[in-house]
């Protein structure tokens, strides 16, 4: 799923140091209370983790979380919690102008 969406540059940068905050085991499995927290910060909207595929999978692998952070900056945009908002537009370009504090955790664009 992951391979499918396409992230800019800056995406790639911030999804991936997020990624890193959440500890991967071995299996690829993210630190399940480390998700929960950065998600919370984020007021993600529940249907997020069923459309990313983690509800069914019982966890966060690497991909569920790319997708969930994509989609979470499309929820965040104003546009549905659904895979056709981040696969037919670019997050990225709606991540300008805002400042680099928003763009953290609590705001992923």
Known sequence: LQGSLSSSAHEQRLYSALHGRCQADAAGKLSSGKVAELFKASQLPPEVTEV?????????????????????????????VRLESVTA?????????????????????
């Open 52 to 80: 990313c595929g983690a509800k069914r999978l019982g966890y966060f692998g690497t991909p569920q979380f790319f997708v969930a952070l994509k989609l979470l900056a499309a929820a965040q945009s104003g546009l549905p």
């Open 89 to 109: 537009s670019k997050s990225a370009d709606r991540c300008g102008g805002v400042s680099r504090e928003q763009k953290g955790i609590r705001r992923l664009c």
